[in-house]
């Protein structure tokens, strides 16, 4: 079986709002037909740098700009193309956005709908545990720095988690 490996690079946009800090999510319909809440993310183009990437990736998908403050950790999983008939190990660098401008209506066509959720609603949205984890560090993150009363969850595993097929994956 044919194996390669893929860079993408997404991030945690977020605004600091009366009711509390607010993220954008974004949905799709995978391969089976499955609604999927999940963060923006992309391919890393040639040339271009991660956080470029990030800052890209999260524009076209959402419809929204921001500026990249930190990373916030990346992701890694095996998936299979059917497609490419191959077996792909991917790699995923996230970061934390200030939003600046724009609008989600704006989003681009791959995504069925991107939404500005309170931060804690986010956390319980998301389909998938390792973007999960991520989005708990940008909790973290701007608790510390915004001193929003947010409940973040405690994660005790820091490096290496399953994901949903049983491989680990570093976080």
């Known amino acids: 079986m044919k194996t390669r490996r893929h860079t993408s690079s997404g991030g945690v946009i977020f605004k600091a709002k009366e009711d509390g800090i607010q993220v954008v ?4 319909y995978n391969q ?3 609604l999927i809440w999940c963060l923006p993310k992309g391919s890393v183009e040639k040339g271009e ?3 470029e990437t990030a800052v890209r990736e999260v524009r076209e998908e959402t419809g929204v700009f921001g500026r990249v403050l930190e990373k916030i950790g990346q992701i890694q999983y095996w998936f299979y193309s059917k497609e490419e008939e191959t077996k792909i190990f991917k790699t995923v660098h996230f970061y934390l956005l200030e939003y600046l401008k724009g609008d989600e209506k704006d989003h ?7 939404r500005w ?3 804690d609603e986010a956390l319980g949205m998301l389909t998938h545990s390792s973007e999960r984890n991520i989005l708990e560090k940008a909790a973290r993150y701007l608790v510390a720095t915004y001193g929003q009363k947010i409940q973040v969850p405690s ?12 491989n680990p994956q570093t976080i």
């Open 25 to 28: 999510l974004i949905s799709h």
């Open 32 to 34: 089976k037909g499955k």
């Open 49 to 51: 740098s991660l956080q």
């Open 108 to 114: 681009d066509s791959e995504v069925d709908e991107a």
């Open 117 to 119: 959720v309170i931060l």
């Open 155 to 166: 994660t005790k595993t820091e490096n290496i988690l399953p994901n949903e097929t049983g």
